[in-house]
Nanobody, 118 residues
Framework: QVQLVESGGGLVQAGGSLRLSCAASGRTFRSYAMGWFRQAPGKEREFVGSIRRVGEIRYYADSAKGRFTISRDNAKNTVYLQMNSLKPEDTAVYYC???????????WGQGTQVTVSS
């Protein structure tokens, strides 16, 4: 059974930083791309970024470019989301997901809350 467990969320002031972690188990981690998504209250879930399984190729939403960095440690079965220069509009529940295809994801974590105060 595949499990994804996010951690690292919390309350931070605008301009601050957080690093989210997502620990994976139940499948060969290095064989799958991983993604980060977020959902703010009253809004649909949106893509934040992803990292391919090979070559560390990354993709980011425009809202994340230049501020967020995705990385992975295949030895630890963990993917990270480093978030810098946080803004109140980054407030959301952040989810990691394991990809089943180029733009599809089949397993999701339970989410971790990020709150950015102004």
């Amino acid at each position: 059974q595949v499990q994804l467990v996010e951690s690292g969320g919390g309350l931070v002031q605008a301009g601050g930083s957080l690093r989210l972690s997502c620990a994976a188990s139940g499948r060969t981690f290095r064989s799958y791309a991983m993604g980060w998504f977020r959902q703010a209250p009253g809004k649909e879930r949106e893509f934040v970024g992803s990292i391919r399984r090979v070559g560390e190729i990354r993709y980011y939403a425009d809202s994340a470019k230049g501020r967020f960095t995705i990385s992975r440690d295949n030895a630890k079965n963990t993917v990270y989301l480093q978030m810098n220069s946080l803004k109140p509009e980054d407030t959301a529940v952040y989810y990691c997901a394991s990809a089943s295809g180029p733009t599809s994801y089949d397993y999701w974590g339970q989410g971790t809350q990020v709150t950015v105060s102004s």
